[in-house]
């Protein structure tokens, strides 16, 4: 029988993350890439996003189909109605907060505790144990932390460097100042935690890459099984942030960075 489609691309993401560890290689490579430029398939030909995929259009037109639609082009509305809908830029989010009467600091207060309460929850219930313990286990076992997170994840990184530093794990914190690339001191006995949320960035992806041919462990903090630092992880530890008027909050990616760093310093000692 086959499944209703999902109405809109949050629900078509969620569908894809519960049929992932199910999905054959080339339709796997189809959710990877529908996942990863949505705004791409929005406009795409099923011939030039198939290329993009590296699967032939059959493919992509069979994964439209197992996800619920009757085909690609019902599958790509959801991206176009995606992009009408994109969020918003900072001053239009708090235009919009202040005309539904949300722009006092009790009530966005009140808003950001509550958003920041169910997201800790969900990544609490979701991250499964054995991924975190296999996580505390290499980033013990590692000579050098070598932590990597710009833009939105920035803080989050900056903050791990420092944890780990206090806890007794060598850190290098690479926040691309300059445009200095610090990729050659990275080396096989070292471990790269890397932080990417979408819309992804390029730097982070490519410091992972670079690490995972290299031979490190690799450590991903990111919010979906096929964003691009998956195929470059050996451990991937998904963080799903809700937000409040197109703003999202990290409570809970703070949450998993303060567990990791005490974690592991707890490992150093017990160890």
């Given at each position: 029988?086959?499944?209703s489609p999902?109405?809109?691309?949050?629900d078509?993401r969620q569908?894809?993350?519960?049929?992932?560890?199910g999905?054959p290689?080339?339709?796997?490579q189809c959710a990877?890439y529908?996942l990863?430029?949505?705004?791409?398939i929005a406009?795409d030909t099923?011939?030039?996003?198939?290329a993009?995929?590296?699967v032939?259009p059959?493919a992509?037109?069979?994964?439209?189909?197992?996800?619920?639609y009757?085909g690609?082009?019902?599958?790509?509305?959801v991206?176009?109605?995606?992009l009408s809908?994109?969020w918003p830029d900072?001053?239009t989010r708090?235009?919009?907060?202040?005309?539904?009467?949300a722009?006092s600091p009790?009530s966005v207060?009140?808003?950001?505790?509550?958003?920041?309460?169910g997201?800790?929850?969900?990544?609490a219930l979701?991250l499964?144990?054995e991924?975190?313990?296999?996580?505390?286990?290499?980033l013990?076992?590692?000579?050098i932390?070598?932590?990597?997170?710009?833009?939105?994840?920035f803080?989050v990184?900056?903050?791990l460097a420092?944890?780990?530093e206090?806890v007794g794990?060598?850190?290098?914190?690479?926040?691309?100042?300059g445009r200095?690339?610090?990729?050659?001191?990275l080396a096989?006995d070292d471990?790269l935690?890397?932080?990417?949320f979408a819309?992804?960035?390029?730097e982070?992806?490519?410091l992972?890459?670079h690490?995972k041919?290299r031979?490190?462990?690799?450590?991903?903090?990111?919010?979906s099984?096929?964003?691009?630092?998956a195929?470059?992880?050996d451990?991937l530890?998904?963080v799903d942030?809700l937000?409040?008027?197109?703003?999202?909050?990290?409570a809970?990616?703070?949450c998993?960075a303060?567990t990791?760093?005490?974690?592991t310093?707890?490992?150093?000692?017990?160890?």
């Amino acid at each position: 029988m086959q499944p209703s489609p999902p109405a809109d691309f949050e629900d078509l993401r969620q569908r894809l993350s519960a049929m992932h560890d199910g999905l054959p290689k080339r339709l796997r490579q189809c959710a990877a890439y529908v996942l990863r430029e949505p705004d791409r398939i929005a406009f795409d030909t099923v011939a030039e996003a198939a290329a993009a995929a590296e699967v032939p259009p059959s493919a992509m037109i069979r994964f439209s189909k197992l996800v619920g639609y009757s085909g690609y082009s019902e599958m790509q509305r959801v991206f176009r109605a995606r992009l009408s809908n994109a969020w918003p830029d900072y001053s239009t989010r708090l235009t919009r907060l202040k005309t539904a009467g949300a722009g006092s600091p009790e009530s966005v207060l009140a808003e950001f505790a509550e958003v920041s309460r169910g997201s800790i929850s969900r990544m609490a219930l979701s991250l499964e144990p054995e991924r975190l313990q296999e996580a505390v286990r290499r980033l013990a076992g590692a000579r050098i932390v070598h932590v990597v997170g710009l833009r939105r994840a920035f803080s989050v990184a900056a903050y791990l460097a420092y944890s780990f530093e206090k806890v007794g794990r060598p850190t290098m914190l690479h926040d691309m100042s300059g445009r200095l690339d610090h990729a050659g001191m990275l080396a096989p006995d070292d471990a790269l935690l890397a932080i990417s949320f979408a819309p992804y960035t390029p730097e982070t992806v490519a410091l992972a890459q670079h690490a995972k041919a290299r031979g490190l462990s690799v450590i991903a903090i990111t919010d979906s099984q096929f964003s691009p630092l998956a195929p470059h992880s050996d451990v991937l530890l998904g963080v799903d942030e809700l937000d409040f008027g197109a703003f999202r909050s990290l409570a809970a990616t703070f949450c998993l960075a303060a567990t990791l760093a005490v974690a592991t310093g707890a490992a150093l000692e017990g160890g």
